[in-house]
């Protein structure tokens, strides 16, 4: 690799960890404000899609520069592209943000809806941990830490049915919140939808890593037993 081209490519590294970072933050602040009924703060995070959808144009364009004056091959092709391609997959987390964001201002501020939610902060959590241990394995090349990641989104989905669980025995018994359960349920899929991103970000780094791109599920046999470590 030559010298501008590592420099370059170190660079848009450290931009992606800056955008990973901003976008696990927000992501965490969504759920927070939904649960806490601040509005405020979900337009707020609204109004941020703007600037991440500017970021992630601003990092696609400037990799594809970089493809065309400096040539790069082999390894150097391969980290551009997983840049490319993680920059797109930030970008639609942060679409289900504002997704949130949005459903929280549809709800009236008045309304307490923390018995519904009872699932979601712990299954945002795994999920912000989840993007967190990805951004990590692709800082560091990890190809072991990209590979068990994934493992956790079994726990995401259960904690889905739960909540989608909850949801339905609350229709039951008030068929009048049927809008606001349906809603919530949307939050929830929301997350359930950003941790699959996750592991679609694990494949790219495995990519970067190796040359092959494997499809990945949540329960790699391989790494099941270490489902539960901390991030």
Known sequence: MSHILNQEVGRLRERILVLGSE???????????????????S?????????INEKRIKIGM????????QQPVARDMRQIAAIIEI????????????GISKINRLISPE???????????????????????????FAHADEALAR??????SEVDRMYEELNAEVIRRVHETPSDMELAN????????????ADRVINICEWVIYM???????MDNASPQHEQEANLNY
């Open 62 to 69: 400037d990799c594809l520069t970089l493809m065309a004056t």
């Open 183 to 194: 809603r919530l349920q949307w939050a929830g899929h929301n997350i359930e939808r950003a």
């Open 43 to 51: 337009l707020a995070l609204i109004q941020a899609d703007e600037w």
């Open 87 to 98: 920059a797109g997959e930030l970008e639609r987390i942060h679409d289900y943000v504002k």
């Open 148 to 153: 068990r990641t994934p493992v956790r989104d």
């Open 23 to 41: 976008v696990e933050e927000n992501l965490l602040i969504a759920v927070d404000a939904l649960k806490r009924r601040d509005q405020a703060r």
């Open 209 to 215: 890593i190796t040359g092959i791109f494997e499809e």
């Open 111 to 137: 309304i307490d809806i923390k018995a519904l939610l009872l699932p979601l902060p712990d299954m945002t959590a795994i999920t912000a941990a989840m993007l967190h241990a990805s951004l990590t394995a």
